[in-house]
């Protein structure tokens, strides 16, 4: 079993608040594809688990293995690895934004295409429907947002944090992540995020907010097996 519940939180989620989006092949767990590609193995994963994530994701398919802690079988190749940090509420100034607007569904499109020129980290066609999504417009065009993603019990990860590179320096950032926040804690949940540890301004910005290093973590790709059989983990 994990220790905290932030440990494995894509599984905490799956079996938890965001139940419903959950696709499941034993004891594995992943979201639809065009809502998120955070999938889920147990905290203490076997061969047989192995094996149904291949099957789940089908042969030879690149599989994202975000916050993985155990070691990967060896017959699946890693494609990518990289250094990453969870961080926790510490004393956030939560509060609402004036400016900031409730993004929907119709606001999809404007907000693939900002993700696509930011490259904040994943945003697909459903991720707006792991949770609130807030952004500021000028002129009528989006340019900034935050959002929610990853739901574990008692807490919620904001993600999609992104400013058009011509309206940076306003702090547009930090005031959307302190709304959303806001929305998180008027719940009685507790926010939470991902960044990549090489990202240092992102980290500073988010230290400055009021959040604080609870971990250092992993964030893995891995191509299955072409074959069913999943071999000896390494």
Do not use: K
């Not at 949940?189 to 960044?195: C, G, M, R």
């Not at 964030?219 to 983990?233: K, N, S, W």
């Amino acid at each position: 079993m994990s220790a905290h519940v932030l440990d494995n939180p894509a599984h905490a989620s799956l079996t938890g608040p965001h139940a419903r989006f959950a696709e499941r092949r034993g004891r594995v767990l992943r979201y639809p594809l065009d809502v998120s590609p955070w999938l889920a193995l147990p905290d203490d994963p076997d061969a047989r688990d192995w094996a149904d994530l291949a099957e789940l994701a089908g042969p030879g398919a690149e599989v994202p293995l975000p916050a993985f802690r155990g070691q990967v079988p060896a017959d699946w190749e890693i494609t990518f690895e990289m250094d990453g940090v969870q961080l926790v509420d510490d004393g956030l100034a939560a509060a609402p934004d004036p400016e900031a607007v409730v993004l929907g569904h119709a606001d999809v499109p404007e907000m693939l295409d900002l993700v696509e020129r930011t490259r904040p980290g994943p945003f697909l066609p459903r991720t707006i429907d792991m949770g609130t999504y807030l952004g500021i417009r000028r002129g009528g065009a989006l340019i900034a947002m935050a959002g929610e993603r990853l739901h574990p019990p008692g807490w919620t990860e904001i993600s999609a944090v992104c400013t058009d590179p011509a309206a940076r320096g306003e702090g547009l950032a930090g005031r959307l992540v302190l709304a959303v926040a806001h929305g998180i804690r008027e719940r009685g949940e507790t926010p939470f995020l991902h960044a990549s540890a090489s990202n240092t301004n992102a980290v500073r910005l988010y230290e400055s907010l009021g959040f604080r290093l609870r971990t250092r973590t992993s964030f893995l790709a891995a191509r299955a097996p072409q074959g069913r059989a999943v071999g000896v983990v390494a």
